[in-house]
């Protein structure tokens, strides 16, 4: 996440007309390569929603198989 925040304080930079969006005269390699880096960084903002329940029902699916194995 602080990466994510650095990352738009480095392209607010760019928006000279501080409008949020970058037209033709905004745009410039350093630019190009920092929307690169701000949406190749979804994996790791997607696995509080979609990791986090995944790892934690497979969690809760192992400690009951566990228990039912070592119960007999």
Avoid: W
Wanted: hydrophobic fraction near 40%; proline fraction near 1%; include cysteine.
């Amino acid at each position: 996440m602080i990466d994510q925040y650095r990352v738009e304080n480095k392209m607010k930079q760019f928006d000279l007309n501080n409008d949020g969006f970058f037209n033709s005269n905004e745009m410039n390699t350093e630019l190009k390569s920092l929307q690169m880096e701000y949406i190749s960084d979804a994996g790791g903002n997607l696995f509080i929603l979609y990791g986090f329940p995944v790892c934690l029902i497979l969690s809760i699916i192992i400690t009951i198989i566990h228990k039912a194995i070592n119960n007999k």
